[in-house]
Structure formats: structure tokens, C-alpha cells
């Protein structure tokens, strides 16, 4: 007769649970960054007195409206003119301080769900926190100089790093540069230079991206020009600019990026979400038992209004909560629960182009390890024997 292990006993109980959630939800294969602030911004400000802080509403508020839209000219809408002459009211937080320069920062972060209205109501769009990753390649030539741009140690080429890392930031696209240890690599740089996508493909692997951008930027009659071939997660774009400065070149270069990946990403009308609600992906949930005892203690959460499972795999399950308040008090309430251990946010991989439905999502989604403890029963003489 088999002896069935206890081992045995905790794989078919994990199948059976597999199984039985597989028939009902699909599962995810996508990944994605989560840009944790696109409803912030800091802008400039002239003292902390009632107009000045208006005016700063104001203007921290179109920087949002544009990262979250993907449009550059959402503050347009005639629709969105009352909310931005109101702007004050959509604040959650706010800190002045110094800046850098010397004068005054207003340092904003504004309430998500009040945006996501004020945008559904004006009939624009909303891209959610999930978005693709860039790696981008970059080869400058100026005069008979060419580099390629890196993480760290360019020298000459420092400027232009800096100003697309600020430009694809101020527009909520996350965007990494190679390592440092290919700018002596001559072989890649000519072949970033040609836009030979097949090699540059190759030495990206192993690289964390979603999306790649292959991009050359060299002088033109009195000023530059840029062109790019930018293609994964569902895009495939090849296209040049020129602009007389490298700040309005690579904003319009940026710009062809997000319009494009917000109209296919970004959702509409009735499909946006203006109530918080976010994704809680948990792992170590082994069997029917564990699932239950999850979901139980999720629903009894303070905040929790509803929650339910929305996909599994072999290893996790994703459910779907939706809350009251904000996403940080949500967090201190499931820190009280023993069960859920937190977990960092994993790291986005490459490979995963096909897989779209993560960056269409507008919730954020939170990473746990389910530790289910169980208390030992009491010793007796029917259990000696």
C-alpha cells in the first residue's frame, strides 16, 4: 500500500486549489512598474501666501493631470477648467521648503481618486500606475565626438542623461539606461548608431525592460535631430524630430513615446476606476484552507469595503480590494495582521512584450507573503495514543 508523505499532501492540496480557481480566472503573465508618484509634483513657488499657493495648485495639478492623461494638453479641456481653478481642493498633502536654488518648493501629492474623475468627467483618459519599463540606448554624436549614454560615467555626454531621465520623469514614464560598462563597448555603439535592432536585442538581454528605444541624435544645420526605433509591449514606432535645443528635442521625442503608449494603455469614461481599490498579489497560499483564511482576513480589514480573487498561478494568488481612505492606512492595517508579510517589489523582466494587461490596469498592486500559523493542539492521552 503507498504511503502518501505529508509533502504529497500539501502538493495535491496546492493542485486542487490551482485547478479549482484556473477554470475561473485567467492568469497574468506581464509585468510591470509601478510609478508610485504620479498624482505628485513639485513645483516652484513665490512664498506660502493665498495666491502664491493657489498658483501652485494650480500648476502642480496640470503636471499631474498630464503624467496620469498622457496628454500634454488635457489642462485644455474646457471640461478640466473649473477643476483647475478649484485645484486646492484635490490636495492631500502638501510641504514647502527650499529648493535647491534657493527659493521656495511646493511639494503636493493629490488625491487619486479625485483625479481619475475630474479626468473621466472631461472625457479624457486615464493611464494607470502600471506602467512599461524603457531601456533606452542612446548614441550622440556632436561634432566628431559619439558616445554612448550610460547610467554613470558619461562625461560629455552627462547633460543629455540627465535631461531625458528629468524629461520621461516629469511625464510618469519609467525609463532605465545600460550600465556603465557598455560605454567603452565601440562594437554596440555602432550598432546602436545604425538602429540594428536584432544585436542591440541581444545585448539587451538580461537587462530589465519591457520596452526598447534605439535612439541616434546628432547635429543638424543649427540645431538637432533625433531619430528612434522604439518597439515592445505592443509598439512599434520609427520615427525622427528636430528641434533647435536638446531640451525641446528630447520633449518631443518623449512625447511620441507616452502618446502613443497612453492610447493604447490608457482606459476612457465609464472603464475608469474613481474609487481606491488596488491589487494584493500573495504568495505561499498552498491549499483551499489557506485561500480562505486570506480572503477572511483581507475582508475583516478596517478599511476593506469588498475583496475577491481575480487571478492565480501555481505559486500566488492576485486578489482585487477595494478601501476606504488612503493606500498608506490600508498598509498599517495589514501590517497588524500576523499572517501577511511584506514583500519589495519585484523587479521588472524582459521578455514579456505580448503580455499587455498589466499596463492597462489603473491600480497599483501590492506584494505579500501569507504565513499561516497554526497553534498546536493540546497534549492529551488519546493523542499519545
Known amino acids: 500500500m503507498a504511503v502518501q508523505t505529508r509533502s504529497d499532501v500539501r502538493l495535491t492540496m496546492a493542485a486542487a486549489l490551482v485547478s479549482l480557481l484556473l477554470t475561473l480566472l485567467p492568469i497574468p503573465h506581464a509585468h510591470a512598474v509601478v ?16 495666491d ?24 485644455d479641456l474646457d471640461g478640466l477648467a473649473p477643476v483647475l481653478d478649484d485645484a486646492g481642493s484635490l490636495v492631500d498633502g502638501r510641504q514647502l521648503e527650499k529648493g535647491r536654488d534657493g527659493g521656495d518648493e511646493l511639494t503636493l501629492r493629490f ?4 483625479v481619475n474623475r475630474a479626468l473621466a468627467d472631461a472625457g479624457a483618459r486615464v493611464w494607470g500606475l502600471n506602467r512599461p519599463l524603457t531601456l533606452a540606448w ?20 552627462q547633460g543629455w542623461s540627465a535631461l531625458i531621465l528629468e524629461q520621461t520623469a516629469s511625464r510618469g514614464l519609467p525609463l532605465a539606461l545600460p550600465p556603465a560598462d557598455r560605454a567603452g563597448d565601440r562594437r554596440l555603439l555602432s550598432e546602436v548608431w545604425g ?32 531619430s528612434w526605433n522604439y518597439e515592445g509591449a505592443g509598439i512599434d514606432q520609427s520615427r525622427s524630430v ?7 528635442l528630447i520633449s518631443e521625442m518623449v512625447e511620441n513615446w507616452v502618446a502613443e503608449l497612453a492610447s493604447r494603455y490608457g482606459v476612457s469614461g465609464g472603464a475608469i476606476e474613481t474609487g481606491p481599490r488596488v491589487r494584493l498579489m500573495l504568495e505561499g497560499v498552498a ?6 483564511a486570506a480572503k477572511r482576513a483581507l475582508g475583516q480589514l478596517n478599511p476593506v469595503k469588498s475583496v475577491g480573487a481575480v487571478s492565480v498561478s501555481s505559486d500566488h494568488i492576485v486578489f482585487e480590494l477595494e478601501y476606504e481612505g488612503e493606500l498608506p492606512q490600508l498598509r ?36 505579500y507573503r501569507w504565513q499561516q500559523q497554526v497553534a498546536a493542539p493540546p497534549s492529551s492521552d488519546n493523542d499519545a495514543r
Open 35 to 50: 510609478v508610485d508618484d504620479l498624482y505628485h509634483a513639485t513645483v516652484p513657488v513665490s512664498g506660502e501666501g493665498e
Open 52 to 75: 502664491a499657493l493657489a498658483e501652485g495648485y494650480r500648476q502642480g495639478l496640470s503636471r499631474v493631470l498630464v503624467k496620469v492623461s498622457g496628454d500634454r494638453s488635457v489642462a
Open 138 to 157: 542612446v548614441a550622440v554624436q556632436d561634432g566628431g565626438d559619439r558616445g554612448l549614454l550610460v547610467q554613470t560615467g558619461e562625461s560629455s555626454d
Open 332 to 367: 498599517q492595517n495589514i501590517a497588524l495582521e500576523e499572517r501577511f508579510r511584506a514583500l519589495d517589489q519585484p523587479g521588472t523582466g524582459a521578455g514579456n512584450a505580448g503580455d499587455e494587461e498589466d499596463f492597462r490596469t489603473v491600480r497599483q498592486t501590492l506584494y
Open 195 to 226: 538602429q540594428f535592432m536584432g544585436q542591440v536585442s541581444r545585448a539587451s538581454s538580461g537587462l530589465d525592460h519591457d520596452l526598447l528605444a534605439v535612439v541616434r541624435i546628432s547635429r543638424r544645420d543649427d540645431g538637432w535631430q533625433a
Open 242 to 248: 528636430t528641434a533647435e535645443t536638446p531640451e525641446t
Open 287 to 292: 491549499s483551499p484552507g489557506d485561500y480562505a
Open 111 to 114: 488625491s487619486r481618486a479625485a
